[in-house]
């Protein structure tokens, strides 16, 4: 079944770094396009971040978070990642990533507190 595991959340201050990564297994990771999607508490899904599955791994950010995060994969490791710079408060969220028909996995925590 298909597995999706992130990692790599964790407390940081306003204008830090962090780097996300999923772990992905049950499916063929590299015929599936990846997103990055977050919750913060008493919002909605946001949709963070999409990674097409094509050689040319086309990339589509949010408004907020273009300039800052990228994403990425490594297919060969059937892995996604995050990576988040410059963050400031309104990025805490939890982060999941997601697969292109919709699963995603537990999550990992991001807090971006002083």
Not at 16 to 34: P, T, V
Not at 63 to 76: E, H, L, P, Q
Not at 87 to 95: C, M, P, Q, R, T
Request: charged share 15%.
């Amino acid at each position: 079944q298909v597995q999706l595991v992130e990692s790599g959340g964790g407390l940081v201050q306003p204008g830090g770094s962090l780097k996300l990564s999923c772990a992905a297994s049950g499916f063929a990771f590299s015929s599936y396009s990846m997103s990055w999607v977050r919750q913060a508490p008493g919002k909605g899904l946001e949709l963070v971040a999409t990674i097409s599955s094509s050689g040319d791994r086309t990339t589509v950010y949010a408004d907020s978070v273009k300039g800052r995060f990228t994403i990425s994969r490594d297919n060969a490791k059937n892995t996604l990642y995050l990576q988040m710079n410059s963050l400031n408060a309104e990025d805490s969220a939890v982060y999941y990533c997601r697969k292109a028909s919709g699963e995603r996995g537990q999550g990992t925590q991001v807090t971006v507190s002083s």
